[in-house]
């Protein structure tokens, strides 16, 4: 006899304390994330990394889903419904486009139509639908209209509620809310960097707890002792930790690219992302992490560096700006005329405090850029020399010179990332009538 136990919400006292119980849980993760997001940012990027701790979590985590009611319905003929089957079906397919389905886990190529097709190149099918189809918020709202407004309509319609359960229809028990409502705080509220991949990871614990809980009270366990509950729910993230510790050490094939991949992201985190949200100490512990792994280290980290230390008015800025100015007349000697090299050497110096030897550098640059523009008559060079112009123009504080340029950019670059760049440059120039110390600092990060 299979029991049902979703169709009343707390109507045992059973039922109060597994919600007590997963309430605690739910603010225990939700506050780890916060800590390592605020005091270990490290860690915090194992979590929202690709191909790592927190992507393989979300795969695990699905997979249980998945395995629970598959397995409750090999069991059992009267669970082989159509909600439990299309439940465990979605649950295989959201596990399974979270990791390629292992293409990166096993090294194999994408088939030539269905990378035409994908928007990554990769062998997932959310990536061939088109990006104004926004599927992640889409499939949010129908959690929340599965998870939390059915289950209240079914308790008070007899008639809808004996159709949902003839279809073997799930739903969630109040008592499993707690995990779906802190991952809809995190898709709501966006209170750290990169929600979208914690939101997914909570998400799918949710649906994890959610199916575990669903098997068991399905075979008439479903009162039973709240130890035997807490038991069952450690033992459940033990199983998740482990799974996932396993796949992330045994992915080696893709630990490479996960280098690459690191050291960008943490330079884009540190550089960007945690001076943002004003959160510098944090971006100055990146940056540190970075200094002591010289493979991780590339051309423009010091002078990253040097920008959030004079944004902090740290003392250390002198110290690493002074090392950066080194390592570019270090570069200076094998990379001669490189406007970027040049125009860097400028901003160090600037930083530094020597106006009068920067603005030499600057202009240096510009001339440097003029030279390519009559030496190179390719129309599809010529976006890119007047890009760098604007640059330079834009790090000397001479907005009137830069504008126009960045004008001409627009007309005559193609659809691209360098466009987006001039697009964003002209906007933040346009509305701002002058530009503040702290805001040109704002650009100079967006320029390194």
Known sequence: MVANSTNNIFTKKIDIQRAAVNTIFAAMLFAGILFLHYNRPVLYMGLIMEDYWGEYATFVCYMLAFAFPFWGAVKNKNLRKPGYLILALTMFVIGMEEISWGQRVFNFETPYRIAKLNLQSELTIHNMIDNDIPIHNIFFY????????????????????????????????????????????FFVFHPVIKSDEIQEMLLAYAFASFSKNLFFNLFGDATSPLRIFILRKIVLSLVVITMTGALVSQAGVTIPRIRDQFSGQIHWFASTKYPERGLYRQAEQLFDYIL?????????????????????????????????????????????????????????????????????????????????????????????????????????????????????????????????????????????????????????????
């Not at 599965?146 to 028990?173: C, E, H, T």
Request: hydrophobic letters at 40%; charged letters at 25%.
């Open 292 to 448: 002591q792994d010289k493979d991780l280290i590339k051309d423009t980290t010091l002078v990253q560096f040097g920008i959030l230390l004079v944004e902090m008015k740290s003392r250390r800025a002198e110290s690493i700006l002074s090392q950066a100015l080194d390592n570019i007349n270090e570069m200076e000697k094998t990379k001669t005329n490189d406007q970027n090299l040049v125009r860097t050497k400028g901003v160090i110096l600037k930083l530094l405090g020597q106006r009068s030897q920067a603005q030499v550098e600057f202009q240096k640059s510009i001339a440097i850029d003029l030279k390519r523009l009559e030496n190179d008559s390719r129309d599809s060079e010529k976006p890119w020399i007047t890009l760098s112009m604007a640059k330079t123009y834009i790090v000397m504080e001479d907005y009137e010179s830069a504008l126009p340029l960045l004008k001409e950019i627009l007309n005559l670059a193609p659809p691209g990332s360098e466009k987006l760049k001039a697009r964003d440059f002209k906007y933040q120039l346009e509305k701002q009538k002058t530009i503040s110390f702290k805001q040109y600092l704002n650009l100079l990060r967006q320029l390194y």
């Open 142 to 185: 129908a959690v929340v209209i599965w998870g939390f407004i059915l289950p209240l309509f079914l308790r008070f319609n007899n008639r809808f509620s004996s159709l949902a359960q003839q279809w073997g229809i799930p739903k969630v028990a109040a008592y499993d809310l707690p995990y779906f409502i802190i991952s809809l705080a």
